[in-house]
């Protein structure tokens, strides 16, 4: 960018050479000619047919929804990619602001825009790629990973100690030997280790490590269900 001194200027109205003005005007002129085609039909019909003390003329289509699909359409043109990748930085580079919340986040680089519609419709992209990363970013991704397993393990503990009120104990333990003898074991896989259950001490542990193995995880299920 040029005019390093005015940055925020150049990043609020790189956002305006959008890839998609032509077609949102020629879609705008169909969708309103559409809706006056309606509309004018449907005068038509009333003035012809209905007893006008009786019956309002019905105009409603797909005007309303339209428009709102062609406005995101339009914003979904927008060249953002560098009032993103410029946020993104900022953040990074500030650790206050990388601590903060994505409200005040957002907060914060409305603060820099300028109140104009350009800055205003600048800020309304840069929040929904804050809301896009939170939602699908790698981090989000890792948490949810962690705690789709943290859940996966507290189950199989609950199954683990059902399993031992019932004295299937040994049957658990006789089972994985046979798993563990008989495995195929795909390249690049890992191995069912041989690993018993040593009683209600070990059931943490124990859930811990074997619920990375789905045949084992398959196992532990249903033997709690049959206890």
Same mark, same amino acid.
């Given at each position: 960018?040029?005019?390093?001194?005015?940055?925020?200027?150049?990043?609020?109205?790189?956002?305006?050479?959008?890839? /998609?003005? $032509?077609?949102?005007?020629?879609?705008?002129?169909?969708?309103?000619?559409?809706?006056?085609?309606?509309?004018?039909?449907? #005068?038509? +019909?009333?003035?012809?047919?209905?007893?006008?003390?009786?019956?309002?003329?019905?105009?409603?289509?797909?005007? /309303?929804?339209?428009?709102?699909?062609l406005?995101?359409?339009? *914003?979904?043109?927008?060249?953002?990619a560098?009032?993103? @990748?410029?946020?993104? &930085?900022?953040?990074?580079?500030?650790?206050? %602001? @990388? &601590?903060?919340?994505r409200?005040?986040?957002?907060?914060?680089?409305?603060?820099?825009?300028?109140p104009?519609?350009?800055g205003?419709? +600048?800020?309304?992209?840069?929040?929904?790629?804050?809301?896009?990363?939170?939602?699908?970013?790698?981090?989000?991704?890792?948490? @949810?990973?962690?705690?789709?397993?943290a859940?996966?393990?507290?189950?199989?503990?609950?199954q683990?100690? %059902?399993?031992?009120?019932?004295?299937l104990? /040994?049957?658990?333990?006789?089972?994985?030997?046979?798993?563990?003898?008989?495995?195929? #074991? *795909?390249p690049?896989?890992?191995?069912?280790? !041989?690993? =018993?259950? %040593? /009683? !209600?001490?070990? #059931?943490?542990?124990? +859930?811990?490590? =074997?619920?990375?193995?789905p045949?084992?995880?398959?196992?532990?299920?249903? %033997? $709690?269900?049959?206890?």
């Amino acid at each position: 960018m040029r005019n390093h001194d005015e940055k925020i200027k150049d990043m609020s109205r790189s956002v305006l050479p959008s890839t /998609g003005r $032509a077609f949102a005007r020629d879609a705008r002129r169909a969708i309103h000619k559409r809706q006056r085609a309606r509309e004018l039909a449907a #005068v038509t +019909a009333y003035r012809r047919d209905a007893d006008p003390e009786q019956v309002t003329p019905d105009v409603r289509g797909t005007h /309303g929804r339209d428009i709102t699909f062609l406005v995101w359409d339009r *914003r979904s043109r927008d060249k953002v990619a560098p009032l993103i @990748r410029w946020a993104r &930085a900022t953040i990074a580079a500030d650790p206050a %602001l @990388r &601590a903060a919340s994505r409200e005040e986040q957002v907060a914060h680089f409305a603060r820099l825009m300028p109140p104009t519609l350009i800055g205003r419709h +600048a800020v309304m992209h840069i929040e929904m790629a804050l809301r896009w990363s939170a939602l699908h970013g790698p981090d989000s991704a890792n948490r @949810r990973a962690a705690s789709g397993r943290a859940d996966l393990v507290a189950e199989t503990e609950r199954q683990l100690r %059902l399993i031992l009120a019932s004295g299937l104990h /040994g049957t658990l333990n006789t089972e994985l030997r046979r798993l563990a003898a008989r495995q195929q #074991v *795909r390249p690049g896989a890992a191995p069912l280790p !041989h690993r =018993m259950l %040593l /009683g !209600h001490h070990d #059931v943490k542990a124990f +859930a811990a490590e =074997m619920t990375r193995y789905p045949a084992a995880r398959t196992l532990i299920a249903a %033997l $709690a269900a049959s206890a």
